[in-house]
């Protein structure tokens, strides 16, 4: 009998990870206690092909 498993994926893991870099590099992961920066930093690790390719997420939240 098979078991069909739904874990994380190998491409989502990657994703996250090259996101969480290129928002490192951008300067989106710092000064986590304020709210909009938390908020900014997560956008730009989920937006992070926008983020690579020149969109600006600091006038969005601030």
Same mark, same amino acid.
């Given at each position: 009998? %098979? %078991? %069909? &498993?739904? &874990? $994380?994926?190998v491409v989502g893991v990657l994703y996250v990870v090259v996101g969480i870099i290129v928002a490192a590099v951008r300067?989106? +992961? $710092?000064?986590?206690n #304020? +709210?909009?920066n938390l908020i900014e930093g997560l956008l730009a #690790?989920? +937006?992070w092909p926008l983020v690579l390719f020149g969109l600006? +997420?600091?006038?969005l939240i601030a």
């Open positions: 009998m %098979r %078991r %069909r &498993g739904r &874990g $994380v994926s300067g989106y +992961l $710092v000064e986590w #304020i +709210l909009g #690790i989920i +937006l600006d +997420l600091h006038p």
